[in-house]
């Protein structure tokens, strides 16, 4: 399990600054989830890890190693996104594996990784499907088995769950902190769900007009006098 260190990121629009020196960092096995008002500046710093953002100062590691200007497939990190970003006219399956075919692995090695995810996320009869036969719930399954089969160091999710209803979210909930047992991966999960943050986090970072405002477990950051 790696740990995530962001130290001293800036990023800047034109003469708009959204990250405004940030540093923290998420020890191997933490399941982070960052608050904050719309904003803020939470899925700038989650797309600047992820390598879909240039940062503008300041540097980004796992366990160590530098990614600060590493392409986004070979961070090391698997974002989900909250509109699923499936590619429409392939099947579940060839979405899944798609980053391992890109990377040029064999394709035994490519069946065996989404059967794999299809089995932890209980979509495996939906595998020849494409997203548009899936219902919401099952196209955030598939968005997160396609994180899972690139077997990332770190998990990134930006508000994975706030299109979904509120059963689902709460059933969604429970099935990410079973994934995260099961996996011992490293996440950082961006949401405005106070219950999400409550249930899922090891610690809460509390973000603020592109600065950190506190950091602390839930039971610190909820249920102080
Ligand atoms: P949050 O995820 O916390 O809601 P964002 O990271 O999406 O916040 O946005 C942080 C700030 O950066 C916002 O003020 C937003 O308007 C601004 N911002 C985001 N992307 C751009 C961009 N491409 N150009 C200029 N400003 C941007
Ligand atoms: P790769 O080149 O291995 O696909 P990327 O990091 O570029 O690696 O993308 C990983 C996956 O994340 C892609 O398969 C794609 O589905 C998804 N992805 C990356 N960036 C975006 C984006 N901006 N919008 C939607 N999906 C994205």
Redesign the pocket.
Known sequence: MPSLQIDTVVKS??S?T??KGVSFTAEPGEFIVMV????????????SIAGL?TITSGAIRIDGRDITHAEPSDRGVAMVFQNYALYPHMTVAENMGFALKMAGRPKTEIAAAVAKAAKILRIEEHLHKTPKQLSGGQKQRVAIGRAITRAPDVFLF?EPLSNLDAALRSQMRVELGRLHAELKATMVY?T?DQTEAMTMATRIVV?NA?LIEQVGSPLDLYNRP
């Open positions: 629009y034109d708009f959204a990250i904050g008002p719309s904003g803020c500046g939470k899925s700038t710093l989650l797309r953002e930006d961006v405005h973000m592109g």
